[in-house]
């Protein structure tokens, strides 16, 4: 069995380290429907052979750390779906298939199991208490501070008792306290905390903010507004560096950088490298448009090749990232090439915290 400690240590020594890839819009292309409320979270309990099977690809194509398919398994997005009463399975599941694909497919190599957990929620009728369904991209913000910190130790709970290594804390947008909710939830497990930004860089200057950029429109899928005076407010201008400094200050093990464009990867890294001494993870997103759709559209290409993806990680690892993998849209293709281009070991490994 792995253990964090040995990942540390290979860390520590300034081990290249291969994260997984895109788990949602992989299980999106392997034939699971993505629900319009709780995204990939279901297949768990519907698909969960197949979800078993998405973490074996990665394993063959070298991923030393697989992700578990609870992005977004929170209970007010399984609720919204219909799952209220099946939080824990589907929780339970997602570290099953995780477990069960490393016996079959990782021999006696060591793979790890990240336990990943983020804030994409339906947004909630203030007037019903009704969470609603299919509103495209809901952040924690749409939630009070209490609320999403019960659920945020709901499921870290469940993971942490399940079989996780870690935690990958992977919320997005600007919503820093959300992210911070999460992270002190998962460090009250005892187990370590990764923690991912996403980044842009804003149109009219050089500043890297934690937003996404102008061009992702994640509008509502029955036309309600991804903002409303009941939100918790956000600082959605609040540049990256601030966002690092919030965080590191609660002491995670790793921070990284995800779910971003690769041509805006690159300026987002170098201001973690400046904010923050330890070990990072990068993880870009391919830039796809159908991620929120049912089923994904196979002759709709990735922006990027597999070679440019390489070359462009090469890089990162040049900069300082030790830990590199892919998110939405980038596959187990794109696993192999990395895990077999990348170099063994980074020239300085930042082990400070």
Same mark, same amino acid.
């Given at each position: /069995? ?21 788990? +949602? ?8 429907? /993505?629900?319009?409320?709780? &995204?990939? %979270? ?35 997005? $399984? ?19 995780? $477990? ?8 006696? !190599? ?9 804030? !994409?929620?339906?947004?909630? =009728? ?21 609320? $999403? ?19 990958? #804390? ?10 911070? #909710? ?21 149109? =009219? ?15 509502? +899928?029955? %036309?309600?507004?991804? &903002? ?33 464009? #690769? ?12 904010? &923050? ?19 994904? =559209? ?20 040049? /900069? ?8 939405? +849209? ?7 090439? $990395? ?10 490994? !930042?082990?400070?915290?």
């Amino acid at each position: /069995m792995a253990n964090y400690q040995n990942l540390k240590s290979r860390i520590d020594q300034g081990e290249v380290i291969v994260l997984d890839g895109a788990i +949602g819009t992989e299980l999106q292309a392997m034939g699971v429907p /993505m629900d319009p409320a709780a &995204w990939c %979270g279901p297949g768990n309990h519907t698909h969960p052979a197949t979800v078993r099977q998405m973490h074996e690809r990665y394993i063959r194509a070298g991923a030393d750390i697989i992700t578990t398919n609870t992005f977004n398994t929170l209970r007010p997005a $399984l609720e919204a779906s219909g799952y209220s009463e099946l939080v824990r399975e589907v929780n339970v599941r997602a570290v099953d298939a995780a $477990l069960e694909a490393i016996d079959r497919a990782a021999g006696d !190599r060591p793979v790890w199991i990240a336990g990943s957990i983020s804030c !994409r929620i339906p947004i909630r =009728d203030r007037k019903t208490g009704t969470l609603l369904g299919g509103t495209g991209y809901g952040y924690g913000a749409s939630l009070s501070v209490e609320e $999403l910190r019960s659920y945020a130790e709901e499921q870290a709970n469940i993971l942490a008792e399940s079989g996780v290594d870690f935690f990958l #804390i992977e919320n997005l947008w600007a919503d820093n306290e959300s992210r911070a #909710i999460a992270a002190e939830a998962a460090k009250a497990t005892g187990l370590p905390v990764w923690v991912a930004f996403t980044a842009s860089v804003a149109h =009219d200057s050089h500043a890297v903010r934690m937003s996404f950029g102008e061009d992702r429109d994640y509008s509502s +899928g029955i %036309g309600m507004p991804l &903002w409303t005076s009941s939100w918790r407010p956000v600082d959605d201008d609040k540049s990256l560096a601030d966002g690092i400094d919030e965080i590191a200050a609660l002491g995670p093990d790793v921070l990284g950088i995800f779910h971003s464009r #690769i041509d805006e990867t690159a300026a987002a890294l170098g201001v973690m490298l400046d904010r &923050w001494s330890g070990p990072i993870v990068v993880y870009p997103d391919a830039g796809r448009e159908d991620y929120l759709e049912t089923w994904q =559209d196979s002759s709709v290409a990735n922006e990027h090749s597999v070679a440019e993806l390489t070359r462009e990680a090469a890089t990162w690892v040049e /900069m300082g990232a030790q830990i590199i993998g892919t998110c939405c +849209g980038f596959g187990a293709e794109y696993t192999r090439a $990395l895990s077999g281009a990348l170099p063994d070991r980074i020239a300085s490994p !930042r082990n400070g915290a």
